[in-house]
């Protein structure tokens, strides 16, 4: 599976972007799609987390009420809606596959769960 992130850019904090992630290669409905992002110097942090079959989401804390993730399966993409923007979302963020041989609602939070990763998408929130 290979996986190419877009849509991120440069925002003033409030705004809005859409990142997208287009996988080529067969996601399974046992598999999690997830978004992670990353800045200098820091760990890899999950953002959110999406179900391929069950639909089931989750967020990290700090972008619930503000980040929505969503799946178009015949276009084999994963979405990452980002509203109200604020400078500390600045980072990379990445897009991931968690390959699953059974079903398991729960979405992983751990960038160790995911096997595939795209190449990541910059996201600058100025002040």
């Known amino acids: 599976v290979q996986l190419q992130a877009s849509g991120g850019g440069l925002v003033q904090a409030g705004g809005s972007l859409r990142l997208s992630c287009a996988a080529s290669?067969?996601?399974?409905?046992?598999?999690?799609m997830g978004w992670f992002r990353q800045s200098p110097g820091k760990e890899r942090d999950f953002v959110a987390g999406i179900g391929w079959r069950s639909n089931k989401k989750r967020y990290a804390d700090s972008v619930t009420g503000r980040f929505t993730i969503s799946r178009d399966s015949a276009e084999n993409t994963v979405y990452l809606q980002m509203n109200e923007l604020k400078p500390e979302d600045t980072a990379v963020y990445y897009c991931?596959?968690?390959?699953?041989?059974?079903?398991?609602?729960?979405?992983?939070?751990?960038?160790?769960?995911?096997?595939?990763w795209g190449q990541g998408t910059q996201v600058t929130v100025s002040s």
């Open positions: 290669g067969t996601i399974y409905a046992n598999d999690v």
């Open positions: 991931g596959v968690d390959k699953r041989a059974y079903y398991n609602p729960r979405v992983s939070e751990q960038p160790t769960s995911y096997t595939y």
